[in-house]
């Protein structure tokens, strides 16, 4: 017996997703957070002098695109689309 489990967090689904599929979208989520954790040590640090201004924009601009990548497959996983 298969038991199919949807997401709790309130993200609307078309009909059910199983646990594979539901573990990936939870890493690809995971990911983008702690891509987000990791970046703001970085954009708070902008009061300090060790990372050029520019540098630390940059490292935050990139870190946006990679978790747009990240939210985008997430949204695919679970039937949204990109």
């Known amino acids: ?11 609307p689904l078309r009909g059910h997703m199983d ?4 573990d990936l979208v939870i890493r ?3 990911e983008a957070g702690m891509l987000m954790e ?11 002098g060790e990372i050029p201004i520019r540098a630390r924009i940059d490292q935050l601009a990139a870190a946006i ?5 990240l ?3 997430a ?8």
């Open 19 to 22: 646990d594979d599929r539901r």
């Open 38 to 48: 990791d970046m703001s040590i970085i954009a708070l640090a902008a009061r300090g």
């Open 1 to 11: 017996m298969k038991l199919v489990m949807d997401l709790a967090c309130g993200i």
């Open 71 to 73: 939210i985008a497959a």
């Open 65 to 69: 695109d990679d978790m747009a990548v």
């Open 75 to 82: 949204g695919v996983v679970v039937g949204r689309g990109g």
């Open 28 to 30: 690809l989520c995971t």
